[in-house]
C-alpha cells in the first residue's frame, strides 16, 4: 500500500521496506497508545530510520534509530508509514 503526499514522493509502510533502506517517518497510523508506545522508542515523525532485516512472511522487523536497533512486530511496524531517502 503506498500513499502519496504533497511533495509528489510517495509514503509507504516501513514493512515494505528492503533491508537496507533508509525512510523518514512521515506519519503513523495508529490509536493514542500505539503512538504513544512508539515515541517512547524514539519513533516520532521527522525521525530517520533503517530497515536493518525482516523476516519472511509475518515476522518482526529490525530497525535502526538513531544508533540504537529495534525489533518491531510486524503490526506495529506497518503503522509507521515513511518516505524513502
Known amino acids: ?3 502519496e503526499n ?3 514522493k510517495d509514503n509507504t509502510p516501513l514493512t515494505d521496506l528492503s533491508d537496507g533502506q533508509t525512510g523518514t ?5 495508529g490509536g493514542k497508545h500505539a503512538v504513544k508506545r512508539l515515541a517512547d522508542l524514539g519513533l516520532k515523525t521527522g ?4 530497515v536493518v532485516r ?3 512472511f509475518s515476522g518482526p522487523v529490525q530497525i ?3 544508533g540504537s536497533r529495534l525489533i518491531l512486530g510486524r503490526g506495529l511496524a506497518s503503522k ?3 518516505v524513502l531517502l
Open 6 to 8: 504533497n511533495n509528489g
Open 80 to 82: 509507521i508509514i515513511v
Open 54 to 56: 525482516k523476516t519472511l
Open 64 to 66: 535502526e534509530v538513531s
Open 47 to 50: 525521525t530517520r530510520v533503517k
Open 1 to 3: 500500500m503506498h500513499y
Open 25 to 29: 517517518i512521515v506519519s503513523i497510523i
